[in-house]
C-alpha cells in the first residue's frame, strides 16, 4: 500500500511515496552557544532526559516552532527516538507544531471557564480576529488557542496572552486586550 504525503515520515519521502528516495529534509542545528547551553541543561538532571523540555522549548526560540526535522535534531542530542520526542511536542499546547504569531491568545475551554462563559469570549475572539481556533491572522500577530486547564478556575473565563492571564473576561475586556495587541 502506498503512504500517502501527509503520514508520519511523509516529510523525506517523494509525492510518489517510494522511502529513501527523496532529497533529506533541510538540516537544524543549534548554534555553538545554542549547544553548549543544551548541554548544560542536561547536567542539571540526574537523567539528562530531564531536560527535555527547556530543550524544546529553547528549539522553538531558535527556529520558531518544531517541527519535525527539529524533533529530529532534539531527539538526537538525548539519544531519544524522534517519535518519543514528537509524542511530547504533540502532548504539550506549549509547543506550535507550525510557525505562531508574534502573540498567542489560548482561551481555558475547562469545565470552570466553560460554564463561566468561555465559549462566548472564544465567539468574541474568532470574530474580532477573523480565523478559527488554532489558526493564526493573516497579518501573523495572533495565533488563538482554546486549551486545557490554565489552573485560574476562581478567576473564570481566564485565557492567556503570550506569558501574561487574563481573568475575569467580559467582551468588552476581550476588546481591550486585542486593541492592545495591534
Avoid at 16 to 24: F, I, T
Avoid at 56 to 83: H, K, R, T
Avoid at 122 to 130: D, E, I, Q, S, T
Wanted: charged share 20%; proline share 8%; hydrophobic share 40%.
Amino acid at each position: 500500500m502506498s503512504v500517502g504525503n501527509d503520514a508520519p515520515g511523509a516529510w523525506n519521502r517523494p509525492p510518489s511515496g517510494r522511502a529513501g528516495l527523496a532529497d533529506p529534509a533541510p538540516r537544524v542545528a543549534f548554534t555553538a552557544e545554542q549547544l553548549a547551553e543544551a548541554r548544560r541543561l542536561q547536567s542539571l538532571y540526574p537523567d539528562p532526559r530531564g531536560a527535555l523540555l527547556p530543550v524544546l522549548q529553547m528549539a522553538q526560540d531558535a527556529f520558531g516552532y518544531i517541527s519535525l526535522p527539529v524533533e529530529e535534531y532534539v531527539a538526537g542530542l538525548f539519544n531519544l527516538s524522534p517519535a518519543h520526542v514528537h509524542e511530547v511536542v504533540t502532548f504539550y499546547t506549549l509547543f506550535f507544531r507550525e510557525p505562531k504569531g508574534r502573540h498567542v491568545v489560548a482561551v481555558c475551554h475547562n469545565l470552570s471557564c466553560h460554564l463561566a462563559g468561555a465559549p462566548e469570549i472564544v465567539a468574541r475572539l474568532k470574530a474580532r480576529l477573523g480565523i478559527e481556533v488554532g489558526e493564526t491572522t493573516e497579518d501573523g500577530k495572533v495565533t488563538l488557542q482554546s486549551v486545557e486547564c490554565l489552573c485560574a478556575c476562581e478567576h473564570a473565563p481566564m485565557m492567556q496572552v503570550d506569558d501574561r492571564y487574563e481573568l475575569g473576561l467580559t467582551p468588552e475586556k476581550v476588546d481591550r486586550i486585542l486593541e492592545g495587541l495591534r
